[in-house]
Each structure stands twice: as structure tokens, then as C-alpha cells.
């Protein structure tokens, strides 16, 4: 362990293609400069808290007090994980990974951003399986849910192809206007059966073991 007091810094998820971990401060910096960059089309608005469009400079201190927030609030009952991706060594998004109350629960929210140039070309699924590697085979979830707009089709299309089921319509208003999201689940049993069914990519999980009383667990 490199990290002794968070050793989170020392966790990797790994793919054929990336490598999910958490960023340092000067990574932070970077992949706020990628996000800034344009993550999505200017007429869309897929996230439920309109972060991307921001002006500056309150786009970049918002988005470094989120992920400072995460950390300095983490608790074993409550907490959530924003990694960076990062592809050939370069950021180029995050995927993250929430819960409450998940010693008891075992149930785990996801949500990411990609950076426009390396989007359409299967990375956002990648990095959505790399997730569900670290919360079903990692750390023993039982369910994990995730959202997104209904018009949203990108991210809809990755939930459906890795087994998800629909599980119910919500509403949401980021930007003042009410919008219908479709709202997925994922069971343990379902993860292993689709897995085992389609070619997924490989994930390969390193130095989690001494973060697990982190999460609640060990």
C-alpha cells in the first residue's frame, strides 16, 4: 500500500483499453480542461445538475470542490467514488460509483462523462462494465441502478446492452424545463448471466483489499 492514509490512491480497474482510477490534484486540473472542452452537444443537457455548462471560472471550481466534496464527506454508510479514465495515460472522463447505507443494501448507483472526441467508440460501455466489475465482483453488490434522459439515447443503449431492465420513468429539470428520465436496474444474477452470455471486455481490479472498510466491508 503507497497510499496509508486514503488508500483508494492506490486502487486500479483496468480494461483492454483504460485505466479507472482516482485523480491526483494536477489529473483533477487536467480532466477539467477535457470536460470544459465539451462533453456532450451544446443543445443537450444530459446530466440532472448542469455542471458542463457553466461559465468560467465558476465551471472549474465547482467542478473541483465536486470531487473534493466526495472525498472529504466519505463515510462507510455514505459514500461516492469518481474515477478518471484514462486512456494511453491521458484523462479523458470519469465514471463514478454511489451508495448509501451499502453494508446493508448492496445497492450502487453509476453515472460518467466522456470527453466528445473519444465518444461512438465504445468506451462509455467500457467504462460502465469496469464499474459493475468493481461493485459486483469487488465489492459484492447485489443491484445496481443507474438513469438517463429518455431522449439520451447513447447511454440508454449501454444500460440495455449489458442486461439491465427497465425499472420505472422519472422527471427531472436541470436546466428549468421538466424532462422524462427511464430509470434501469441490475441485478447479481442478471450481471453474471449476461457476462457470461456476451463478450464484455476483460477488467482486471487491483488494490482494492485495503480500501474495504472504506466502503463498509472487511
Known amino acids: 500500500m503507497t497510499h496509508p492514509l486514503w488508500p483508494l490512491y492506490d486502487l486500479r480497474i483496468r480494461t483492454p483499453r483504460l485505466e479507472l482510477r482516482l485523480p491526483t490534484e ?4 487536467e480532466l477539467a480542461v477535457v470536460a470544459r472542452a465539451g462533453v456532450h452537444d451544446p443543445d443537450a443537457m444530459p446530466f440532472a445538475v448542469p455542471w458542463s455548462t457553466l461559465p468560467s471560472p465558476a465551471f472549474e471550481w465547482g467542478f473541483v470542490r465536486y470531487h473534493w466534496r466526495l472525498r472529504g464527506t466519505w463515510e462507510a454508510e455514505h459514500w461516492g467514488l469518481d474515477l478518471g479514465v484514462f486512456l494511453d495515460g491521458s484523462p479523458i472522463g470519469a465514471q463514478g460509483l454511489y451508495a448509501g447505507d451499502y453494508a446493508r443494501l448492496r445497492l450502487v448507483h453509476s453515472g460518467s462523462w466522456l470527453s466528445r472526441d473519444h465518444q461512438g467508440r465504445g468506451i462509455g460501455k467500457e467504462m460502465r462494465v469496469a464499474i459493475l466489475a468493481l461493485a459486483f465482483d469487488g465489492l459484492g453488490a447485489d ?14 443503449g449501454i444500460s440495455r446492452s449489458l442486461g439491465y431492465d ?4 422519472g422527471r427531472m429539470a436541470p436546466e428549468g424545463t421538466a424532462r422524462d428520465t427511464i430509470r434501469f436496474r441490475l441485478t447479481r444474477e442478471r450481471w453474471l448471466r449476461v457476462r457470461a452470455e456476451r463478450a464484455f471486455p476483460r477488467v482486471a481490479i487491483e488494490g482494492l483489499e485495503p480500501s474495504l472498510p472504506l466502503f463498509g466491508l472487511g
Request: proline letters at 5%; hydrophobic letters at 45%.
Open 26 to 29: 494536477d489529473e483533477l486540473a
Open 143 to 156: 443491484v445496481a441502478e443507474t438513469e438517463a434522459f429518455a431522449d439520451n439515447a447513447p447511454s440508454l
Open 166 to 169: 427497465e425499472n420505472g420513468i
